[in-house]
């Protein structure tokens, strides 16, 4: 028995409501950016390649609009959009859908995964903006094509400090060393990025931080000099803790070596 394609697997064009006409051209100054677009990186150098390609070869394929307003908004082919714009057209290819927010929204995030354009980030985030719009996981997970787990696991990486994620976004750490801080605390995250970015930890390495984390907490911590300096002084382990502030902790093993202690600091009972 054949497997039912998922969404991803079908195109936009499965995915787009029946009805409606077909590819016309609008002016592009009529059209504006969709503000839950889920990609929010566009990079200059392959804009300007792709802005070249349009100026030779024109716009081969359209965009995804629907009526908003006075205007139009873009649903789907943002990167085009700004391309057609570098390249200064003046009117554009679209497809004019009447959608929801929420079609638009899948719609936008489906052409992004397709492309595979999205940063685990963008992705993330996407999934969120649909489960923000009444969506369960499962429902996420099918309209996208995903497994559920897929998704599940995108989701989890939003738990990380936006210092975190925006190394991630940037390239600067990988999915992996990001799944790999999830492993640690949440007040030990950020001491975790430093490590990787630092040192140039591979994703084994940084999975292996926990482990290095609690060994280091438990190994013995060297006296500070002070500590040594005051227990030579008075012949008993004494330990400072703090700086600015903080105690010392004096510590005896008998009755009279606590009263030969007192004797040198000058009490007398």
Not at 32 to 39: D, I, L, T, V
Not at 123 to 139: D, I, K, N, S
Request: net charge positive; charged share 30%.
């Amino acid at each position: 028995m054949s497997k039912k394609p998922s969404g991803l697997g079908r195109g936009l064009e499965a995915l787009l409501p029946k009805g409606g006409g077909g590819v016309v051209r609008l002016p592009l100054s009529a059209i504006r950016p969709n503000p839950r677009q889920p990609r929010r990186r566009f990079p200059e150098e392959g804009l300007e390649e792709l802005a070249a390609s349009i100026r030779e070869k024109g716009l081969l394929q359209p965009l995804l609009v629907r009526p908003k307003g006075e205007g139009y908004e873009l649903v789907a082919g943002e990167r085009r959009f700004r391309a057609a714009q570098l390249a200064g057209l003046e009117e554009v290819p679209v497809l004019v859908r009447d959608l929801t927010d929420q079609e638009a929204l899948e719609l936008a995030l489906v052409e992004n995964l397709q492309r595979e354009d999205l940063s685990p980030v963008e992705e993330a985030r996407g999934y969120q903006a649909l489960l923000a719009m009444g969506l369960t996981q499962e429902e996420v997970a099918r309209k996208v094509g995903k497994a559920r787990s897929t998704v599940a696991n995108a989701l989890r990486l939003l738990q990380l400090p936006e210092e975190v994620l925006a190394a991630l976004d940037e390239g600067r750490i990988s999915a992996g060393h990001a799944r790999a801080l999830l492993m640690l605390a949440p007040e030990d995250r950020l001491w975790g990025l430093r490590e990787i970015l630092e040192k140039g930890l591979s994703v084994r390495q940084a999975e292996a931080l926990p482990e290095r984390l609690t060994r280091e907490r438990r190994a013995p911590k060297e006296p500070s000099p002070l500590s040594l300096e005051l227990s030579r002084h008075l012949g008993l382990p004494v330990k400072v803790v703090g700086g600015k502030r903080g105690r010392v902790v004096i510590q005896y093993r008998s009755l009279e070596e606590l009263q030969a202690l007192l004797e040198r600091l000058g009490y007398q009972a």
